[in-house]
C-alpha cells in the first residue's frame, strides 16, 4: 500500500482507520485512541515508524521510515 492508499484510511474518506509501522498495516478502527478526538488521531491514514521510534507527534516524522536514520 503506498502512502497516499494509506491516507484514504482515515475514518473519513474510507470507513476503516488504518496506520503504518515498519511496512505493516494496522487497522485500528475499533480502538477510540484513534478517533477524531482521540489521543492519536493524528496517526491515523499514515506511517509512524518513526513517531514511535522517537515518542513524536511532530508530522515532520511521518512517512519517513527507511528515510531516517535512528541512533539507539
Known amino acids: ?3 497516499e ?3 484514504l ?3 473519513i474518506n474510507k470507513p476503516k482507520r488504518y496506520l503504518g ?3 505493516f498495516i494496522f487497522d485500528v478502527t475499533s ?3 484513534y478517533t477524531e478526538s482521540g ?3 493524528k ?3 499514515k506511517d509512524v515508524s518513526v513517531n514511535l521510534a522517537k515518542m513524536s507527534f511532530n508530522e515532520s ?3 519517513k521510515y527507511g528515510t531516517v536514520k535512528l541512533s539507539p
Open 61 to 63: 516524522d511521518f512517512n
Open 1 to 3: 500500500m503506498t502512502y
Open 9 to 11: 484510511y482515515n475514518g
Open 39 to 41: 489521543s492519536y488521531s
Open 31 to 33: 480502538s477510540d485512541f
Open 5 to 7: 492508499e494509506l491516507a
Open 21 to 23: 509501522c515498519k511496512h
Open 43 to 45: 496517526f491515523v491514514g
